[in-house]
């Protein structure tokens, strides 16, 4: 199998954070760019240290949770051949993909946030960013909110909000190749919508050679840039293979998402595909890839939770 071993090398954590709403207010269908506005102003006012000076000459830019996570540019001319203009963000928000858009106050509310790499450090920087951005409130009717808690994915607390306490449990997913049979069908279900570059008008264009194409990248960006290893493998040999599968069945469609832009108090409208395929093939070699793939997430703005999907063997 392609990377049975290195996937393991890029640790991934799962939080839920438990939000309580201080307000009636009404979501949008995707709540995760009502969320991500606003987030990064709320980090820098928590850990900068020199507000008036900008990150580019500030002297304190290496140590910064906010400039590491922000404002990082690449000056390494081999990261540059490699296609990055700047590294890709350590986290991804993942909001509830229920369909309820109107909430009372005093209605809770669950959002996951998954950390990639040396970034998991910064967990206690993320949650005082959530317990600021709660004062601020959140979307066009700038609802507020307390955190209530956060949680690791199976229930033990990692933060209690009330008494202010972190607890020292191990929130890494672990992740296993030893026991996989023979795949030779895989079902690919976009959760939320999945903007690939490569993608043009026709979503029938959605190759699983172009899916593996974009998570070598997302992959390898990650792993380059928050651990100290680097990603070698035949490239070219994985993306040939890939073309060799071929698509069974598709279910595809675009999917037009709102975005709220806090800054210009603005909404911007993002599309990306939503739906099903199934790819059929000699398949086995490639799950590695795609399973680290439904947590680091897939193409563009991932970062509030786009690019989500789940495999089906």
Same mark, same amino acid.
């Given at each position: ?122 967990? +206690?920087?993320?949650?005082? &960013?959530?317990? !600021?951005?709660? #004062?601020?409130?959140?979307? *066009? /009717?700038?609802? $507020?909110?307390? @955190? ?44 939320? +919508?999945?903007?690939?570059? &490569?993608?043009? !008008?026709?979503? #029938?264009?959605?190759?699983? *050679? /172009?899916?593996? $194409?974009?998570? @070598? ?97």
């Amino acid at each position: 199998m392609y990377l049975k071993n290195t996937v393991t090398y890029l640790p991934v954590a799962k939080y839920k954070f438990v939000l309580q709403l201080k307000q009636d207010t009404i979501f949008p269908d995707f709540k995760g760019g009502v969320f991500r506005s606003g987030f990064s102003s709320a980090l820098k006012k928590i850990s900068c240290l020199r507000k008036k000076e900008s990150c580019e000459t500030c002297s304190q830019k290496s140590k910064c949770v906010y400039s590491l996570l922000f404002e990082a540019k690449i000056n390494n001319k081999e990261y540059r051949v490699l296609g990055f203009a700047e590294p890709p963000r350590p986290f991804v928000l993942e909001p509830s993909l229920d369909e309820k858009k109107v909430y009372q106050a005093g209605d809770n509310f669950e959002i996951y946030i998954l950390i990639f790499g040396n970034s998991i450090q910064f967990l +206690p920087y993320l949650v005082l &960013t959530f317990t !600021e951005l709660g #004062k601020k409130g959140v979307g *066009q /009717t700038k609802a $507020k909110y307390d @955190l209530l808690s956060v949680e690791t994915i199976d229930g033990k607390p990692i933060y209690d909000a009330h008494t202010q306490t972190f607890y020292n449990y191990d929130s890494t997913i672990k992740l296993s190749f030893d026991n996989i049979k023979e795949i030779n069908e895989v079902k690919i279900k976009f959760l939320t +919508p999945t903007r690939i570059k &490569t993608i043009g !008008e026709s979503t #029938k264009d959605v190759t699983f *050679q /172009t899916i593996i $194409k974009s998570l @070598l990248r997302r992959f390898s960006g990650l792993l380059l840039f928050y651990t100290d290893k680097k990603l070698e493998c035949n490239f070219d040999e994985i993306i040939n293979e890939a073309g060799k599968i071929s698509i069974k069945f598709s279910d595809l469609k675009w999917a037009e998402i709102e975005k709220y832009l806090m800054l210009q108090n603005t909404v911007v409208k993002l599309r990306g595909i939503v739906g099903e395929v199934v790819y059929e093939g000699e398949l086995t070699k490639f799950y590695p890839l795609l399973k680290i793939g439904e947590y680091i997430h897939i193409g563009r703005n991932t970062t509030f939770g786009l690019g989500k999907y789940e495999i089906v063997i």
